[in-house]
């Protein structure tokens, strides 16, 4: 079994940048970060795998996803945050990974591994 634990969230205005970490308890090697804000369905954001990055239309270009494998951690640095990011942001890996199988139209919180999530709010 394996453990993710986001942190980095905050309060932010518009136009700023928060950098979010996940601490995994392994090594995996498909990592998403998703997002769900107050009302909607959780969404793909970040996918990396395999030394492949995919990104969501909505954050490209402003967000890069990395990932530091002697640390086990995974990284979301969003830039130039508008007001629409303010969600719940999630953590997950393996087969709940977007090239590992899991799907971002449709995600299924039985599948794989997620975190617990860390708060995001952009104010304009």
């Known amino acids: 079994q394996v453990q993710l634990v986001e942190s980095g969230g905050g309060s932010v205005q518009a136009g700023g940048s928060l950098r979010l970490s996940c601490a995994a308890s392994?090594?995996?090697?498909?990592m998403d970060w998703f997002r769900q804000a107050p009302g909607k369905e959780r969404e793909g954001v970040a996918a990396?795998?395999?030394?492949?990055?995919y990104y969501a239309d909505s954050v490209k270009g402003r967000f890069t996803i990395s990932k530091d494998n002697a640390k086990n951690t995974l990284y979301l640095q969003m830039n130039s945050l508008k007001p629409e990011d303010t969600a719940m942001y999630y953590c997950?890996?393996?087969?709940?990974?977007?090239?590992?199988?899991?799907?971002?139209?449709?995600?299924?919180?039985?599948?794989?591994?997620w975190g617990q999530g860390t708060q995001v709010t952009v104010s304009s």
């Open positions: 997950a890996a393996g087969p709940a990974a977007r090239m590992c199988g899991g799907s971002w139209s449709s995600p299924n919180l039985s599948r794989g591994y």
């Open positions: 392994g090594n995996i090697d498909c």
């Open positions: 990396i795998a395999y030394g492949r990055t």
